[in-house]
């Protein structure tokens, strides 16, 4: 196997061990790869990285600090493709133009550059802040038709702005990406864009920062909100068609120093529900909440922070449901997917359609099962217990950190303890992981730190490898694609009932919960997955951990 980059590092006495540890933590945490980590965080000097990167891709290394480029060669090579991929031209030798990358996965764009320039590629690693300084030097400052190119925007139709072409760009970008949100971020002379991709957040582009205001206008039109409010937080909802899909997008803007900051929630409309086997339940998890969706009446609760994969849960809950035989009704806010033989109903604040008004209305429809998006108030909780004691099954969510922390949650509400402990059958709260890379994820032997961090036995995995992140070109060096639930999972007994009804600490029934076997930690699920390769510790730690917790 061939030396990593940290290994290169390490043998060449530029890095020291707590440092490349340190890095390595950074790079998982932030979604980048080791050498942005190592250049971010300033452990190791940029050209000394970069040279080190290069050796380990098989790569030469270019300088572009020393030298010049002759005019020739830069003339082999359009400007708006440079700007666009962000490449120069350095040389031709033996017949192939040499391309300064800043990424080894940029090689990926040689195929396409063959056909532009119509001759052999061939890359060479620089540094990123002399590739830039390059890029500005030889093909100049981006335009906002230079800035539309470099997101690969199509110009096909002349009437479109650049500007409107480049938010179309972005958009599409980010759904092939399977990005879950944007992030336009102007401020420090530039408009940053991330998109967050498996939970966590990545720099995809930059651009000058006379593009922020025309493209805020542009979104903001989009959404229909008001272009000269500055001042104020505003929100509002897209609707777009991209590439055959409906994608529903939900836009915030929120005024910052640097000037509006806005996120843009994208909603895949098109993309297909997933199961529960798929969301990640096994064998024992998926038994046991079939059981609890079978019953006729009572509530089920899933609980977690937003985007944590809440309503994708009962989604799955509700397609396992839907028989011919059987009426589900839905309040929702905003109507994610549409699911055939489901009567679905969107919340409209401004006609006073409230979750509680909608609720006291499906009660007349004869429903058997019921969603509630979710219970935010006294009057939709007290009307969901309701319907749970007088034979109907309910399905919501609230916000809570833990299963049972949405017991006291109701209470906090203002619900009688005796309504809650009468019609609660089941909590569940669950976090999303991010999956290992089934191309280049690697066997190693677990520290027993690592063991006694999930709560294992070191009997439980004597012979056993667990599995770590590495980095290839199908992940983007990230070593994660996709993501999987974990779950905690809670079903009440008559004991547990009793507690709530005498409104017995958190503390306690929790610990009689976990006791008499009715609660399963997100850490207990979470060890199940590392066993199975499914995810890596680091990742298990990264959600459960109390005060260490990101947003997902």
């Known amino acids: 196997m061939s030396p990593t980059l940290g290994d290169l590092l390490l043998q060449s006495g530029a890095l020291r061990e707590e440092d490349l540890n340190q890095a390595l933590g950074q790079q998982r945490h932030q979604g ?9 965080g300033g452990f190791v000097e940029e050209k000394v990285v970069m040279r080190a990167l290069a050796k380990e891709s098989g790569m030469p290394f270019v300088d572009l600090d020393k030298g010049s480029i002759k005019e020739d060669v830069l003339e082999l090579l359009p400007s708006e493709f440079a700007l666009e991929q962000g490449v120069v031209p350095v040389m031709q030798k033996g017949g192939k133009l040499v391309v300064a990358i ?13 056909f532009v320039v119509d001759c052999e590629i061939t890359c060479a690693l620089a540094t ?115 590439s055959g899909r409906a994608v529903d997008v939900r836009a915030s803007v929120l005024p910052s ?6 996120v843009l929630r994208l909603l895949d409309k098109g993309a297909s529900l997933l199961g529960l086997r798929e ?36 989604y799955a809950a509700l397609s396992e449901l839907n028989r011919a035989d059987v009426k589900i009704i839905t309040a929702e806010d905003p109507v994610e997917y549409h699911i055939h033989g489901i009567n679905q109903v969107q919340v409209n604040q401004r006609v006073g359609m409230t979750f509680s008004r909608i609720l006291k209305a499906m009660l007349r429809c004869a429903p058997n099962v019921i969603l509630v998006g979710e219970i935010r108030d006294l009057e939709t909780a007290e009307i969901a217990i309701q319907a749970a004691l007088t034979g109907h099954l309910v399905f919501s969510t609230v916000h809570t950190n833990n299963a049972p922390s949405a017991i006291t949650r109701l209470q906090d509400l203002g619900v009688a303890p005796f309504l809650v402990s009468a019609s609660i059958q089941s909590i569940i709260a669950q976090r999303l992981v991010r999956r290992l890379c089934k191309e280049c994820s690697e066997e190693y032997a ?13 009997s439980q ?43 017995e600490s958190l503390e306690l029934i929790t610990e009689r919960a976990d006791s008499s076997g009715k609660l399963q930690s997100l850490v207990v699920d979470g060890a199940r997955k590392v066993l199975q390769g499914v995810t890596s510790v680091s990742e298990v ?12």
């Open 461 to 503: 995995v004597e012979g056993r490898s667990f599995r770590r992140p590495r980095g290839c070109p199908t992940c983007e060096g990230v070593g994660y694609r996709g993501r999987v639930a974990i779950f905690e999972t809670l079903e009440m007994d008559p004991e547990l009932r009793e507690m709530t009804f005498r409104q």
């Open 541 to 552: 730690m990264r959600v459960t951990r109390t005060g260490v917790e990101e947003p997902i």
């Open 32 to 40: 980048i790869t080791l050498a942005q980590a190592l250049i971010q």
């Open 257 to 262: 120093s640097h000037g509006e900051s806005m």
């Open 102 to 114: 800043d990424d080894p996965v940029k090689r990926l764009l040689v195929d396409q550059l063959t």
């Open 279 to 314: 969301l990640g339940f096994d064998d024992e998890s998926h038994a046991w909440f079939r059981k609890i969706i079978q019953r006729p009446h009572g509530i089920c609760l899933v609980t977690g922070p937003t985007g944590s994969g809440k309503t994708t849960t009962l």
């Open 446 to 458: 677990p520290e027993p730190e690592e063991v006694a961090s999930l709560g294992l036995d070191p």
């Open 128 to 242: 990123p802040s002399a590739l830039a300084k390059a890029v500005r030097l030889h093909f100049g400052e981006a335009s906002e038709d230079a800035v539309a190119s470099s997101m690969g925007a199509d110009a096909e139709d002349e009437g479109e702005g650049p500007i409107v072409r480049l938010v179309t760009r972005m958009f599409a970008d980010a759904l092939e990406l399977r990005a879950s949100d944007i992030h336009v971020e102007p401020g420090h002379g530039r408009v940053r864009i991330r998109y967050r991709i498996d939970g966590v957040l990545r720099d995809v582009a930059e651009h000058p920062e006379h593009l922020a205001t025309p493209l805020l206008s542009r979104l903001k039109i989009m959404a229909a909100m008001d272009i000269a409010e500055k001042r104020k937080p505003q929100d509002g909802r897209i609707g777009l068609e991209i």
